[in-house]
């Protein structure tokens, strides 16, 4: 049972590119959600989704697009990278709206933009 | 929107002592999680506490949550080195389940020393 597996684990952009972070959850968890994590910031969410089909904004989403065609993965797409997108992208997936389960987080992606 | 508060932001303490972390947030939730971080790691889940007057405890880690305060500890007793870290709380306020995703604050660098 792998959990939450993100990819890649480090990346380097010049500005202007673009790139996808992959995230795939194996535990079939309705939610997913991503975050970025910047030095005394906390984590911030970007977007989350609710199931495959549906995603919403969070707090940060300018910059970044998803999807979620499956249950198991939530990409983040970077459409062209700014140095103040440089940051730890973690994501995160849980259960339903039963509650009581924590949110289960990846290793996360540590991405420079030069 | 929703805010939260930890305090301090940065603790150094010795070995053998207790101190208390807090957790303030700014509306009505029943649902707040705390999440340990050490150095470039990802977040490991403590504790789920998910009513008012909800107690955890876990080694010599005890949570516990006011809603009516909206205010929750995070307390140490006879802290030893290996707690050293950084603590999160989260709060979710959403539907439940984390679906709209969490809003952490800023978090707390514990260090205990010798």
């Known amino acids: 049972n792998a959990g939450v597996t993100q990819t890649p684990k480090f990346q380097v952009l010049k500005t202007g590119q673009s790139m996808t972070l992959q995230c795939a959850q194996d535990?079939?968890?309705?939610?997913m959600s991503w975050y970025r994590q910047d030095p005394g910031m906390g984590l911030r969410l970007i977007h989350y989704s609710v199931g495959a089909g549906i995603t919403d904004q969070g707090e940060v989403p300018n910059g970044y697009n998803v999807s979620r065609s499956t249950t198991e993965d939530f990409p983040l797409r970077l459409l062209s990278a700014a140095p103040s997108q440089t940051s730890v992208y973690f994501c995160?997936?849980?259960?339903?709206?039963?509650?009581?389960?924590?949110?289960?987080f990846g290793d996360g992606t540590r991405l420079s933009i030069l | 929107e929703l805010k939260v508060e930890q305090n301090p932001l940065f603790l150094s303490m010795q070995e053998g002592k207790n101190y208390t972390i807090y957790c303030n947030y700014s509306t009505t939730s029943d649902r707040l999680y705390w999440y340990r971080q050490d150095p470039g790691k990802s977040l490991e889940s403590l504790f789920v506490?998910?009513?008012?007057?909800a107690v955890k405890q876990e080694g010599r880690l005890m949570a516990s949550l006011d809603t009516k305060a909206r205010l929750s500890t995070l307390h140490i007793t006879a802290a030893v080195h290996d707690l050293s870290a950084t603590y999160f709380c989260a709060v979710d306020g959403g539907t439940g389940g984390g679906a709209d995703g969490l809003t952490f604050g800023k978090g707390t660098h514990l260090i205990i020393q010798p």
């Open positions: 995160a997936s849980s259960y339903g709206p039963e509650g009581g389960q924590p949110q289960h």
């Open positions: 506490l998910l009513s008012n007057g």
């Open positions: 535990m079939n968890h309705e939610y």
